[in-house]
């Protein structure tokens, strides 16, 4: 359910940013990515403090209670297994989405492109 609600937000997200701001979300880590690179060190981890994304990512952790302890399981930041599953579709969404502009600029350039004989 949160992976699918999290996938969902992530395409709505891609269709209203910029271009640059899509292509940031697109290269954020995210929380399992950044505990396999640090290797389970997750001290630093905390999207509600990003640069760019931070407003956001606080108002959906609020919209939908995302930190909040799962089962009893938290770690320091309270990033929970919900609010896991809920970030990797998000991040799916917003992957896919940038994979789709993608191909259609692809198909674009091509059918515009002067063809040499």
Same mark, same amino acid.
């Given at each position: 359910?949160?992976?699918?609600r999290g996938k969902k937000d992530g395409l709505d997200? +891609?269709?209203?940013?910029? $271009?640059?701001?899509?292509t940031y979300a697109a290269k954020m880590e995210t929380f399992q990515e950044f505990a !396999?690179?640090?290797?389970?060190?997750?001290?630093?981890?905390?999207?509600?403090?990003? +640069?760019?994304?931070?407003? $956001?990512f606080s108002e959906m952790a609020r919209r939908y209670k995302l930190t909040r302890?799962?089962?009893? !399981?938290r770690d320091s930041l309270g990033i929970n297994p919900v609010y896991q599953q809920w970030e990797y579709g998000w991040s799916e969404g917003?992957?896919?989405?940038?994979?789709k502009v993608g191909d259609w600029i692809g198909r674009l350039? !091509?059918?515009y492109s002067p063809r040499s004989n």
């Open positions: 359910m949160w992976y699918q997200f +891609a269709r209203q940013a910029s $271009y640059d701001t899509l !396999r690179r640090s290797n389970g060190d997750i001290e630093g981890y905390d999207p509600t403090r990003d +640069a760019v994304l931070g407003a $956001y302890p799962a089962d009893g !399981r917003v992957c896919d989405y940038m994979t350039t !091509r059918a």
